[in-house]
């Protein structure tokens, strides 16, 4: 098996566990207030599929896909297992979450903030997660092509923490500038 085909069932995995762990949580939970608008949603959703588009659809004869990172098997190797791990880190943070956990930007009837397991130290730790994932596909194929997919995702989720973090603040108010003070919003030491 080639890896393109394991790298894309690698996320084929992982989003289906998403889509159904999502389902399972929306009946259990009543949302509170919306701090995200139907059309903000349906843009940063509409820029995942575009990058996904990019990254994996590999048309021939398109400048895109040309190799920019020379092929070394062990340097994709590598990348598919830092792709396993960093997925692994955004279900662990999705698990953390419990029914805190929406894929809109809003409150959800008891939520609370969480600061245990990997939002110790990350406050965005499944788009954390993803954000690596989606460097580490681009580390395993080495094309224009999934480069420029990792800069729509992590241009995507840097924007949509803008829009989270200031709708926490309003909900959790002094609770969550202090979490602001002890954690990083993506990427530790970096941002």
Known sequence: MNRTLIIIYIWDVFWIYWILAAMHTRLKVKKETNGQKFMQRSIHLIFIVIAFIITFFQFTNVFLYNEILPHNPLIE????MILVLSLLFSIWARIT?????????????????IHSGPYRYIRNPIYT????GFFDTFVS?????????????????????????????MEFEEEYRVYIKESWALIPYIF
């Open 97 to 113: 979450l419990g029914k805190n956990w929406s894929g809109a930007i809003q409150k959800v009837k008891g939520q609370s903030l």
């Open 129 to 132: 997660g993803i954000v690596f």
């Open 77 to 80: 190797y590598i990348g598919m």
């Open 141 to 169: 194929f080495g094309t224009l092509g999934s480069l420029l997919g990792f800069c729509i995702i992590l241009i995507a989720y840097i924007a949509k923490i803008s829009k989270e973090q200031k709708f926490l603040i």
